[in-house]
Protein backbone atom coordinates (compact mmCIF):
# COMPACT_ATOMS: atom_id res chain seq x y z
CA UNK A 1 0.00 0.00 0.00
CA UNK A 2 1.24 3.27 -0.77
CA UNK A 3 0.13 6.71 0.64
CA UNK A 4 0.08 9.89 -0.91
CA UNK A 5 -0.11 13.02 1.98
CA UNK A 6 -2.89 15.75 0.33
CA UNK A 7 -1.62 19.01 2.48
CA UNK A 8 -4.52 21.07 2.11
CA UNK A 9 -4.83 23.81 4.58
CA UNK A 10 -6.82 22.63 7.23
CA UNK A 11 -8.14 19.69 6.08
CA UNK A 12 -4.98 17.50 5.42
CA UNK A 13 -5.65 13.93 4.47
CA UNK A 14 -4.33 10.72 2.85
CA UNK A 15 -5.00 8.69 -0.70
CA UNK A 16 -4.46 5.04 0.12
CA UNK A 17 -3.20 3.24 -3.20
CA UNK A 18 -2.67 -0.96 -3.64
CA UNK A 19 -3.90 -3.87 -4.56
CA UNK A 20 -6.72 -5.63 -2.20
CA UNK A 21 -7.54 -2.35 -0.75
CA UNK A 22 -11.41 -3.07 0.04
CA UNK A 23 -9.65 -5.57 2.14
CA UNK A 24 -7.83 -3.57 4.34
CA UNK A 25 -10.53 -0.37 4.87
CA UNK A 26 -11.06 -1.77 8.75
CA UNK A 27 -7.52 -1.25 9.17
CA UNK A 28 -7.81 2.18 8.22
CA UNK A 29 -10.92 2.71 10.33
CA UNK A 30 -8.77 1.88 13.03
CA UNK A 31 -5.40 3.90 12.11
CA UNK A 32 -7.80 7.71 11.13
CA UNK A 33 -10.22 6.53 14.34
CA UNK A 34 -13.65 6.67 12.56
CA UNK A 35 -17.12 6.22 14.26
CA UNK A 36 -19.06 3.09 13.94
CA UNK A 37 -21.87 5.24 12.53
CA UNK A 38 -21.68 4.44 8.56
CA UNK A 39 -23.60 5.35 5.40
CA UNK A 40 -22.17 3.83 2.54
CA UNK A 41 -23.70 5.41 -0.87
CA UNK A 42 -22.88 3.15 -3.72
CA UNK A 43 -25.05 2.14 -7.19
CA UNK A 44 -26.02 -1.27 -8.23
CA UNK A 45 -23.63 -2.14 -10.35
CA UNK A 46 -20.50 -1.12 -7.71
CA UNK A 47 -22.32 -2.67 -4.86
CA UNK A 48 -23.36 -5.96 -6.75
CA UNK A 49 -19.69 -6.70 -8.04
CA UNK A 50 -17.55 -5.11 -3.86
CA UNK A 51 -20.15 -4.51 -1.75
CA UNK A 52 -20.28 -8.01 0.25
CA UNK A 53 -16.12 -7.26 0.21
CA UNK A 54 -17.09 -4.36 1.62
CA UNK A 55 -19.39 -5.32 4.36
CA UNK A 56 -17.48 -8.14 5.57
CA UNK A 57 -14.34 -5.98 6.27
CA UNK A 58 -16.91 -3.68 8.17
CA UNK A 59 -17.89 -6.66 9.99
CA UNK A 60 -14.29 -7.45 11.56
CA UNK A 61 -14.71 -4.02 13.64
CA UNK A 62 -17.91 -5.22 14.41
CA UNK A 63 -19.69 -2.14 12.34
CA UNK A 64 -22.69 -3.07 10.32
CA UNK A 65 -22.98 -0.12 7.77
CA UNK A 66 -26.07 1.73 6.48
CA UNK A 67 -26.24 0.57 2.75
CA UNK A 68 -27.96 3.23 0.24
CA UNK A 69 -27.56 2.57 -3.33
CA UNK A 70 -28.28 5.44 -6.05
CA UNK A 71 -29.27 4.40 -10.08
CA UNK A 72 -26.01 4.80 -11.81
CA UNK A 73 -25.83 7.63 -14.15
CA UNK A 74 -25.08 11.26 -14.40
CA UNK A 75 -29.21 11.56 -14.19
CA UNK A 76 -28.63 10.60 -10.22
CA UNK A 77 -26.63 13.89 -9.50
CA UNK A 78 -29.55 15.42 -8.85
CA UNK A 79 -31.17 16.97 -5.53
CA UNK A 80 -34.08 14.54 -5.04
CA UNK A 81 -31.10 12.27 -4.57
CA UNK A 82 -29.62 14.56 -2.07
CA UNK A 83 -32.29 14.28 -0.21
CA UNK A 84 -33.32 10.93 -0.10
CA UNK A 85 -29.71 10.53 1.63
CA UNK A 86 -30.23 13.23 4.22
CA UNK A 87 -33.52 11.68 5.24
CA UNK A 88 -31.76 8.37 5.44
CA UNK A 89 -29.35 9.81 7.95
CA UNK A 90 -32.08 11.90 9.77
CA UNK A 91 -34.18 8.63 10.29
CA UNK A 92 -31.48 6.89 11.71
CA UNK A 93 -30.39 9.78 13.71
CA UNK A 94 -26.47 10.14 12.24
CA UNK A 95 -24.72 12.72 13.70
CA UNK A 96 -21.99 14.58 13.29
CA UNK A 97 -18.93 12.41 13.62
CA UNK A 98 -20.67 9.61 11.46
CA UNK A 99 -19.43 8.66 8.27
CA UNK A 100 -20.42 8.43 5.05
CA UNK A 101 -18.33 6.43 1.94
CA UNK A 102 -18.70 7.11 -1.26
CA UNK A 103 -18.18 3.56 -3.01
CA UNK A 104 -18.47 4.37 -6.92
CA UNK A 105 -17.66 6.53 -9.69
CA UNK A 106 -17.57 9.76 -9.58
CA UNK A 107 -21.39 10.49 -10.18
CA UNK A 108 -21.13 8.70 -6.88
CA UNK A 109 -18.52 10.62 -5.66
CA UNK A 110 -19.91 13.74 -6.60
CA UNK A 111 -23.15 13.11 -5.67
CA UNK A 112 -22.28 11.88 -1.66
CA UNK A 113 -18.78 14.64 -1.54
CA UNK A 114 -22.12 16.95 -2.04
CA UNK A 115 -24.79 15.25 0.93
CA UNK A 116 -21.41 14.91 3.40
CA UNK A 117 -20.57 18.69 3.17
CA UNK A 118 -24.14 20.01 3.65
CA UNK A 119 -25.24 17.51 6.24
CA UNK A 120 -25.26 19.14 10.07
CA UNK A 121 -22.77 21.64 7.91
CA UNK A 122 -20.48 18.57 6.95
CA UNK A 123 -19.71 15.22 8.42
CA UNK A 124 -16.95 12.70 7.74
CA UNK A 125 -16.42 11.41 4.79
CA UNK A 126 -14.48 8.49 2.86
CA UNK A 127 -13.87 8.52 -0.75
CA UNK A 128 -13.14 5.00 -2.28
CA UNK A 129 -13.96 5.55 -6.03
CA UNK A 130 -14.17 2.32 -8.35
CA UNK A 131 -13.59 4.11 -12.41
CA UNK A 132 -10.00 4.67 -13.59
CA UNK A 133 -11.46 8.46 -13.79
CA UNK A 134 -12.65 8.47 -10.01
CA UNK A 135 -9.23 6.98 -9.20
CA UNK A 136 -7.38 9.66 -10.51
CA UNK A 137 -9.26 12.99 -10.66
CA UNK A 138 -12.44 13.20 -9.01
CA UNK A 139 -12.08 11.85 -5.93
CA UNK A 140 -9.20 14.06 -5.39
CA UNK A 141 -9.25 17.87 -4.86
CA UNK A 142 -12.34 18.64 -3.01
CA UNK A 143 -14.44 19.38 -5.29
CA UNK A 144 -18.38 18.30 -4.63
CA UNK A 145 -20.95 18.86 -6.84
CA UNK A 146 -25.06 17.96 -7.84
CA UNK A 147 -26.46 19.52 -11.41
CA UNK A 148 -29.11 21.84 -11.99
CA UNK A 149 -31.68 21.23 -14.94
CA UNK A 150 -29.86 24.05 -16.54
CA UNK A 151 -26.49 22.95 -16.51
CA UNK A 152 -24.11 20.11 -14.82
CA UNK A 153 -22.09 20.59 -11.92
CA UNK A 154 -23.57 24.07 -10.98
CA UNK A 155 -24.14 23.30 -7.47
CA UNK A 156 -21.62 22.40 -4.87
CA UNK A 157 -19.03 22.62 -2.82
CA UNK A 158 -15.01 22.47 -2.00
CA UNK A 159 -14.88 19.37 0.75
CA UNK A 160 -12.44 17.59 1.55
CA UNK A 161 -12.46 13.85 1.98
CA UNK A 162 -10.88 12.49 5.39
CA UNK A 163 -9.09 9.76 3.06
CA UNK A 164 -8.91 8.55 -0.57
CA UNK A 165 -9.15 4.51 -0.48
CA UNK A 166 -8.14 3.23 -4.01
CA UNK A 167 -8.02 -0.55 -4.63
CA UNK A 168 -6.63 -1.23 -8.04
CA UNK A 169 -8.22 -4.49 -8.39
CA UNK A 170 -11.92 -3.29 -9.11
CA UNK A 171 -10.54 -1.87 -12.29
CA UNK A 172 -10.81 -5.74 -14.05
CA UNK A 173 -14.60 -5.13 -13.84
CA UNK A 174 -14.47 -1.57 -15.34
CA UNK A 175 -16.22 -1.68 -18.97
CA UNK A 176 -13.15 -0.92 -21.46
CA UNK A 177 -14.89 2.32 -22.22
CA UNK A 178 -14.49 3.30 -18.93
CA UNK A 179 -11.08 2.63 -18.63
CA UNK A 180 -10.27 4.94 -21.99
CA UNK A 181 -12.23 7.76 -20.07
CA UNK A 182 -9.83 7.57 -17.35
CA UNK A 183 -6.56 7.54 -19.72
CA UNK A 184 -7.34 10.62 -21.11
CA UNK A 185 -6.73 12.59 -17.99
CA UNK A 186 -4.09 10.17 -16.85
CA UNK A 187 -2.52 11.03 -20.99
CA UNK A 188 -3.35 14.92 -19.29
CA UNK A 189 -1.25 15.35 -16.30
CA UNK A 190 1.26 13.96 -18.29
CA UNK A 191 1.36 16.89 -20.95
CA UNK A 192 0.45 19.45 -18.53
CA UNK A 193 3.32 18.77 -15.57
CA UNK A 194 5.31 15.41 -16.57
CA UNK A 195 7.20 14.75 -19.35
CA UNK A 196 8.39 11.30 -18.03
CA UNK A 197 5.35 10.19 -17.23
CA UNK A 198 4.07 10.70 -20.78
CA UNK A 199 7.23 8.98 -22.35
CA UNK A 200 6.31 5.95 -19.69
CA UNK A 201 1.92 5.93 -20.47
CA UNK A 202 4.31 5.70 -24.58
CA UNK A 203 6.42 2.91 -23.53
CA UNK A 204 3.35 0.78 -21.92
CA UNK A 205 0.89 1.61 -24.29
CA UNK A 206 0.06 -1.68 -25.90
CA UNK A 207 -0.50 -3.02 -21.49
CA UNK A 208 -3.40 -0.37 -21.34
CA UNK A 209 -6.23 -0.43 -23.45
CA UNK A 210 -7.47 -3.93 -21.20
CA UNK A 211 -6.99 -3.64 -16.92
CA UNK A 212 -5.04 -7.54 -16.96
CA UNK A 213 -3.82 -8.27 -13.37
CA UNK A 214 -0.68 -9.53 -14.58
CA UNK A 215 0.20 -5.07 -15.51
CA UNK A 216 -0.92 -3.85 -11.77
CA UNK A 217 1.90 -2.35 -10.57
CA UNK A 218 2.13 -0.70 -13.72
CA UNK A 219 -1.44 0.57 -13.01
CA UNK A 220 -0.64 1.21 -9.80
CA UNK A 221 2.22 3.53 -11.02
CA UNK A 222 0.10 5.27 -13.31
CA UNK A 223 -2.39 5.66 -10.53
CA UNK A 224 -0.30 6.94 -7.91
CA UNK A 225 1.76 9.32 -10.21
CA UNK A 226 -1.87 11.02 -11.33
CA UNK A 227 -2.77 11.36 -8.28
CA UNK A 228 0.38 12.91 -7.03
CA UNK A 229 0.06 15.50 -10.06
CA UNK A 230 -3.68 16.24 -9.08
CA UNK A 231 -2.59 16.85 -5.04
CA UNK A 232 0.47 18.96 -6.06
CA UNK A 233 -1.82 21.23 -8.12
CA UNK A 234 -4.82 21.57 -6.13
CA UNK A 235 -2.85 22.11 -2.29
CA UNK A 236 -1.43 24.91 -4.06
CA UNK A 237 -4.76 25.94 -5.73
CA UNK A 238 -7.61 24.79 -3.34
CA UNK A 239 -10.33 26.92 -4.62
CA UNK A 240 -9.21 27.21 -8.63
CA UNK A 241 -7.98 30.71 -8.31
CA UNK A 242 -4.92 29.95 -10.39
CA UNK A 243 -2.60 26.94 -11.14
CA UNK A 244 -5.44 24.68 -10.86
CA UNK A 245 -6.52 25.92 -14.25
CA UNK A 246 -4.00 23.91 -15.83
CA UNK A 247 -6.47 21.11 -15.36
CA UNK A 248 -8.55 22.03 -17.71
CA UNK A 249 -6.21 21.21 -20.91
CA UNK A 250 -7.91 19.94 -23.28
CA UNK A 251 -11.54 20.75 -21.10
CA UNK A 252 -12.10 23.69 -23.48
CA UNK A 253 -12.79 22.33 -26.48
CA UNK A 254 -13.88 18.93 -25.06
CA UNK A 255 -16.91 20.29 -23.01
CA UNK A 256 -18.03 22.33 -26.12
CA UNK A 257 -18.06 19.07 -28.44
CA UNK A 258 -19.75 17.43 -25.15
CA UNK A 259 -22.33 20.06 -25.12
CA UNK A 260 -22.89 20.61 -29.05
CA UNK A 261 -23.16 16.64 -29.33
CA UNK A 262 -26.04 16.64 -26.06
CA UNK A 263 -23.33 14.74 -23.90
CA UNK A 264 -24.22 11.37 -26.14
CA UNK A 265 -21.92 10.46 -28.63
CA UNK A 266 -18.93 11.21 -26.95
CA UNK A 267 -18.00 10.46 -22.57
CA UNK A 268 -16.38 13.18 -21.07
CA UNK A 269 -13.00 11.87 -21.39
CA UNK A 270 -12.98 11.44 -25.39
CA UNK A 271 -14.39 14.98 -25.50
CA UNK A 272 -11.34 15.48 -23.68
CA UNK A 273 -9.42 13.85 -25.74
CA UNK A 274 -9.95 15.15 -28.79
CA UNK A 275 -9.88 18.98 -26.93
CA UNK A 276 -6.40 17.97 -25.82
CA UNK A 277 -5.17 17.31 -29.87
CA UNK A 278 -7.11 20.75 -30.63
CA UNK A 279 -4.86 22.36 -27.98
CA UNK A 280 -1.87 21.48 -29.06
CA UNK A 281 -2.61 22.30 -32.26
CA UNK A 282 -3.39 25.52 -31.46
CA UNK A 283 -0.33 25.73 -30.04
CA UNK A 284 1.40 24.19 -32.87
CA UNK A 285 0.20 26.75 -35.09
CA UNK A 286 1.12 29.74 -32.69
CA UNK A 287 4.82 28.40 -32.85
CA UNK A 288 4.59 27.31 -28.95
CA UNK A 289 5.21 23.59 -29.46
CA UNK A 290 6.92 21.42 -32.95
CA UNK A 291 4.26 19.45 -34.88
CA UNK A 292 5.96 16.94 -33.40
CA UNK A 293 3.86 17.44 -29.88
CA UNK A 294 0.65 17.41 -31.89
CA UNK A 295 1.63 13.80 -33.27
CA UNK A 296 3.00 12.79 -29.93
CA UNK A 297 -0.20 13.22 -27.96
CA UNK A 298 -2.67 12.44 -30.92
CA UNK A 299 -0.81 8.62 -31.36
CA UNK A 300 -0.76 7.84 -27.57
CA UNK A 301 -4.15 8.84 -26.98
CA UNK A 302 -5.56 7.09 -30.70
CA UNK A 303 -3.76 3.95 -29.56
CA UNK A 304 -5.05 3.75 -26.28
CA UNK A 305 -8.83 3.78 -28.03
CA UNK A 306 -9.79 7.66 -27.80
CA UNK A 307 -10.83 9.91 -30.48
CA UNK A 308 -8.92 12.65 -32.05
CA UNK A 309 -10.49 13.88 -34.69
CA UNK A 310 -14.13 15.59 -34.76
CA UNK A 311 -16.25 16.17 -38.04
CA UNK A 312 -19.50 17.27 -39.30
CA UNK A 313 -20.24 20.38 -36.56
CA UNK A 314 -20.69 23.87 -37.17
CA UNK A 315 -17.25 25.65 -35.99
CA UNK A 316 -19.09 28.75 -35.15
CA UNK A 317 -21.52 26.86 -33.15
CA UNK A 318 -18.30 25.35 -31.15
CA UNK A 319 -17.43 28.71 -30.70
CA UNK A 320 -20.23 30.88 -29.72
CA UNK A 321 -20.60 27.45 -26.87
CA UNK A 322 -17.09 28.54 -25.69
CA UNK A 323 -17.81 31.82 -24.65
CA UNK A 324 -20.35 30.89 -22.60
CA UNK A 325 -18.11 28.23 -20.85
CA UNK A 326 -17.40 28.59 -17.17
CA UNK A 327 -13.72 29.20 -17.76
CA UNK A 328 -14.73 32.37 -19.91
CA UNK A 329 -13.19 35.17 -17.70
CA UNK A 330 -14.12 38.64 -18.40
CA UNK A 331 -15.55 37.65 -21.98
CA UNK A 332 -12.20 36.02 -22.23
CA UNK A 333 -12.28 32.07 -23.47
CA UNK A 334 -8.89 30.44 -21.71
CA UNK A 335 -7.02 27.66 -23.29
CA UNK A 336 -4.49 25.78 -21.38
CA UNK A 337 -2.04 25.43 -24.18
CA UNK A 338 1.39 23.33 -23.80
CA UNK A 339 4.69 24.50 -24.38
CA UNK A 340 6.28 21.25 -24.47
CA UNK A 341 4.83 17.97 -23.55
CA UNK A 342 5.42 18.61 -19.78
CA UNK A 343 4.45 22.46 -19.55
CA UNK A 344 1.44 24.29 -20.42
CA UNK A 345 0.56 27.91 -19.70
CA UNK A 346 -2.98 29.76 -19.49
CA UNK A 347 -3.39 31.65 -22.73
CA UNK A 348 -6.49 34.34 -22.56
CA UNK A 349 -5.69 35.68 -26.39
CA UNK A 350 -6.78 33.01 -28.55
CA UNK A 351 -8.95 34.51 -31.76
CA UNK A 352 -11.94 32.92 -33.04
CA UNK A 353 -9.37 32.53 -36.28
CA UNK A 354 -7.10 29.87 -34.58
CA UNK A 355 -9.85 28.42 -32.82
CA UNK A 356 -11.35 28.00 -36.12
CA UNK A 357 -8.16 26.96 -37.99
CA UNK A 358 -8.01 24.02 -34.81
CA UNK A 359 -11.33 22.60 -35.36
CA UNK A 360 -10.59 22.33 -39.19
CA UNK A 361 -7.39 20.45 -38.51
CA UNK A 362 -8.99 18.51 -36.34
CA UNK A 363 -11.43 17.15 -38.97
CA UNK A 364 -8.56 15.38 -40.06
CA UNK A 365 -5.37 14.80 -37.76
CA UNK A 366 -3.97 11.44 -38.53
N1 LIG B 1 -15.39 16.34 -8.55
C1 LIG B 1 -14.54 16.41 -9.52
O1 LIG B 1 -13.46 17.01 -9.40
C2 LIG B 1 -14.85 15.72 -10.81
C3 LIG B 1 -13.85 15.59 -11.78
C4 LIG B 1 -14.15 14.88 -12.94
C5 LIG B 1 -15.41 14.32 -13.11
N2 LIG B 1 -16.36 14.47 -12.14
C6 LIG B 1 -17.69 13.88 -12.29
O2 LIG B 1 -17.55 12.46 -12.36
C7 LIG B 1 -18.65 11.93 -13.05
C8 LIG B 1 -18.19 10.83 -13.98
O3 LIG B 1 -17.60 9.82 -13.22
P1 LIG B 1 -17.23 8.38 -13.83
O4 LIG B 1 -16.59 8.57 -15.15
O5 LIG B 1 -16.53 7.66 -12.76
O6 LIG B 1 -18.64 7.75 -14.18
P2 LIG B 1 -19.74 6.99 -13.31
O7 LIG B 1 -19.66 7.30 -11.89
O8 LIG B 1 -21.03 7.23 -14.01
O9 LIG B 1 -19.33 5.46 -13.52
C9 LIG B 1 -19.37 4.90 -14.80
C10 LIG B 1 -20.02 3.53 -14.80
O10 LIG B 1 -19.09 2.56 -14.33
C11 LIG B 1 -19.71 1.68 -13.41
N3 LIG B 1 -18.66 1.23 -12.51
C12 LIG B 1 -18.03 1.95 -11.57
N4 LIG B 1 -17.03 1.25 -11.04
C13 LIG B 1 -17.03 0.04 -11.64
C14 LIG B 1 -16.22 -1.13 -11.54
N5 LIG B 1 -15.16 -1.15 -10.74
N6 LIG B 1 -16.54 -2.19 -12.29
C15 LIG B 1 -17.59 -2.14 -13.16
N7 LIG B 1 -18.37 -1.07 -13.33
C16 LIG B 1 -18.09 0.01 -12.58
C17 LIG B 1 -20.80 2.52 -12.77
O11 LIG B 1 -21.85 1.72 -12.29
C18 LIG B 1 -21.26 3.40 -13.93
O12 LIG B 1 -22.26 2.74 -14.67
C19 LIG B 1 -19.35 13.09 -13.73
O13 LIG B 1 -20.56 13.35 -13.05
C20 LIG B 1 -18.39 14.25 -13.58
O14 LIG B 1 -19.05 15.50 -13.48
C21 LIG B 1 -16.10 15.15 -11.01
ZN1 LIG C 1 -12.06 16.00 -16.98
Not at 133 to 138: E, F, K, N, R, Y
Not at 151 to 166: C, D, E, R, T
Not at 180 to 207: M, P
Not at 279 to 296: E, F, S, T, Y
Request: aromatic content about 8%.
Amino acid sequence: METIHVNVKNAPYDIYVGGGMLSKTNYLWKKLKLSSQVLIVSDPVVFELYGKKLIDNFSFLGIEPFVHCVAQGEASKNPDEIFKIYDILVANKYSRDCVIVAFGGGVIGDLTGFAAATYMRGVNLIQIPTTLLAQVDSSIGGKTAINHKYGKNLIGSFYQPKAVIIDVDVLATLPERELRTGLAEVIKYGVIEDQSFFDYLSRNKDKLGVYQPENKTIWIKIILTSCKAKAKIVTIDEREQGLRAILNYGHTIGHAIETITDYKKYNHGEAVAIGMVGAAIIAKNRGLVDPDVVMRISNLAKYLGLPVEVKGYDASEIINILKLDKKVKEGKVHFILPKRIGLVEDFADITNNEIMKALKELEGTK
